[in-house]
């Protein structure tokens, strides 16, 4: 069946540094992919997408390129504030059943 | 515009009581439907979608239910809690690529 896998975390950054939270995914057919964010105390956020091969999502400085070659949806941020600190979830959406999948998110934090 | 509601938004519960957490849409016709669980610590977990009235698919076994007795209202049901259904559950619809969550609701089963 259709499944998400994330890197586990915590991760453990200083401001300003980059990062890469992992992402790949299996399913068949095309589906769309997305990232979330959960701030500590609120519910999940909309952080990007992206709908077929080869688009990239942005938005606030994250991007996440589909690539279905490898199957990933890697999320990147040049330089990270202590503000990002959240949990951050991949997720894809299945093109046939419209069925929303979801990892296990991954916990970053960022000190100054 | 389109909302979608879910209440109530905390609960206490006792091991062995009844739940009913409850999701309704409002803006739309015919949105697939969704109930999730975030438990401590883990991750985001499926546990029912809806394509429709009556349609209700079920991810993995456990001891809640799900209904959608209308079109835009999605409930999720036990008949007897056990502690570890306690968690952070979440409704959420969509609509072509855009998702839409609940606010949340905080299950604590003492």
């Known amino acids: 069946g259709n499944s998400v896998t994330q890197m586990e975390g915590p991760v453990t950054l200083s401001e300003e540094a980059f990062l890469t939270i992992n992402c790949t995914y299996t399913?068949?057919?095309?589906?769309?992919l997305f990232w979330y964010v959960q701030y500590p105390g609120e519910g999940l956020q909309l952080l990007l997408k992206a709908t077929k091969a080869d688009d990239k999502g942005s938005n606030k400085g994250f991007e996440a390129t589909y690539r279905k070659e490898t199957t990933s949806f890697h999320l990147e941020k040049g330089s990270v504030q202590v503000s990002d600190s959240a949990v951050y979830f991949c997720?894809?959406?299945?093109?046939?059943?419209?069925?929303?999948?979801f990892g296990t998110g991954t916990r970053l934090q960022v000190f100054p | 515009s389109q909302t979608i509601h879910q209440w109530p938004a905390t609960l206490v519960q006792p091991v062995g009581s009844p739940l009913s957490l409850e999701c309704t849409v409002e803006g739309t016709s015919n949105p697939n439907l969704y109930w999730y669980r975030q438990a401590a610590g883990r991750g985001l977990q499926l546990l029912f979608y809806s394509v429709g009235i009556g349609q209700i698919s079920s991810e993995v076994p456990q001891n809640l239910s799900a209904s959608r007795p209308q079109d835009r209202q999605f409930i999720l049901s036990s008949k007897k809690l056990l502690l570890s259904d306690s968690g952070f559950y979440l409704c959420?619809?969509?609509?072509?690529?855009?998702?839409?969550f609940g606010e949340g609701s905080w299950l604590t089963v003492v």
């Open positions: 959420a619809w969509t609509t072509g690529n855009t998702i839409y």
């Open positions: 997720a894809l959406r299945d093109s046939d059943t419209d069925k929303l999948i």
């Open positions: 399913a068949t057919g095309y589906p769309s």
